[in-house]
């Protein structure tokens, strides 16, 4: 019988293949058995090929699968990494700083944020007006009074249940720490040693030409660690004075200082002669500040009590700018307002104007200009929500 071999080769063994040419022959059915074993085995073989080809696919799908959850795991944590790293850039460089605004004819403590360029509400009662808000830096706690009813009362300002709250850095808890009754007069700032000193006074309950003037101190926890009591026969001596704002005219390293003469202002360099004129000042001074660098010198005045008030542009303030390191005199500012100030960073931010019309500018001493705007509908403040005195 004539026959052939035929030697294929199928990935990955090889398989011999017989084909016969026979016709009525006796090894028909032995060579077809032949053929059946060597097809089948062909086809269990490409099965587990198949199969394990299958596998190879399938294993490589879930690896990538793993490949991309893992790169966007990283992706993602890096990216809460560089967040937070901006929240604590942010915390550090002081971003935010308070102020005061009206809402619903009750006045709160409100935050605004540098960068967002926008405010929110740190704390507001219906019923309490802040009265004052003694604010240093995102790093300290604040302080603030509120009064449930102020007003003007022979010709002295006055407040009932005043209440001393404080508020923490980060704005996560306000609490009150005294409560303070009512009184005449007010006012509130940080001493030498860094501590909240508040200062006000009221009529005696059992003499009524007498008149108690108390002073209290807290420090940064708001716990009470002074407190003082004196007493004044209005009869006698008069209504007593609330103790003026504290002013250092020497530079924190004392290499400058401040001499004032009249109404002009001059700066004093240690160990030198010379003294630099900065400027003249139309109102009486209110504050001056050094900067913590000393690259700058900040005078405010104020006064309250000119005719102007009655105009509708009154002149009640001015802000003064020097250079310490151009030695010279960079911007001023004068008109409406009480121009409380405070520097944050390298920015100078400022209230302006009264009631309605007043504001808080933002001036960047780099730039040597105003950059940013804060204007509510209801007026804004630094310390005080500045009204327009009454005559």
């Known amino acids: 019988m004539p026959f052939s071999l035929k030697v294929g080769k199928s990935n990955p063994t090889f398989l011999i293949f017989i084909t016969a040419n026979y016709t009525n022959n006796p090894m028909a059915s032995t060579l077809n058995t032949t053929f059946i074993i060597f097809h089948q085995l062909k086809l269990n073989i490409d099965v587990r090929i198949r199969m394990k080809s299958l596998q190879l696919k399938i294993l490589f799908v879930i690896v990538f699968v793993l490949m991309i959850t893992a790169c966007n795991t990283s992706d993602k944590n890096e990216k809460q990494s560089q967040t937070e790293q901006v929240r604590d850039t942010l915390s550090t460089d002081n971003n935010s700083f308070l102020f005061l605004t009206e809402w619903f004819d009750k006045v ?23 009265v004052m808000l003694v604010y240093k830096s995102s790093d300290h706690p604040s302080f603030f009074l509120t009064s449930e009813k102020m007003g003007m009362k022979a010709n002295f300002p006055f407040f009932n249940r005043l209440k001393l709250f404080i508020i923490s850095h980060d704005l996560s808890e306000t609490k009150q720490i005294d409560n303070l009754g009512s009184g005449l007069q007010l006012t ?54 609330l103790i003026p704002p504290r002013n250092s005219t020497i530079s924190p390293s004392g290499k400058y200082g401040v001499s004032i003469k009249s109404d002009s202002v001059f700066l004093k360099i240690a160990g030198s002669d010379i003294i630099e004129f900065i400027a003249v000042m139309k109102h009486n001074l209110n504050k001056l500040k050094w900067s913590e660098n000393e690259e700058y010198l900040f005078i405010s005045t104020l006064d309250l009590n000119n005719e102007t008030i009655k105009t509708r542009n009154p002149q009640t303030s001015e802000l003064f700018i020097y250079s310490l390191t151009a030695h010279s005199l960079i911007d001023a500012f004068s008109g409406a307002g009480l121009k409380n100030f405070f520097t944050l960073n390298d920015l100078l931010i400022y209230d302006d104007g009264f009631d309605n019309n007043s504001k808080i500018n933002i001036y960047d001493l780099r730039q040597r200009k105003v950059v940013d705007v804060i204007k509510p509908r209801d007026g804004c403040g630094l310390v005080t929500l500045p009204i327009l005195p009454v005559r």
Not at 209 to 236: A, C, M, P, R, W
């Open 188 to 241: 509130a700032r940080w001493n030498d040693d860094e501590n909240l000193e508040v200062n006000y006074t009221s009529v005696d309950k059992t003499i009524a030409s007498y008149v108690n003037q108390y002073t209290k101190v807290y420090d940064h926890y708001g716990k009470l660690v002074d407190s003082e009591v004196k007493t004044f026969d209005i009869e006698k001596s008069g209504f007593p004075q």
């Open 108 to 130: 709160g403590v409100y935050s605004y944020n540098l960068s967002e360029k926008k405010y929110k509400p740190a704390w507001w009662h219906p019923r309490e007006n802040v």
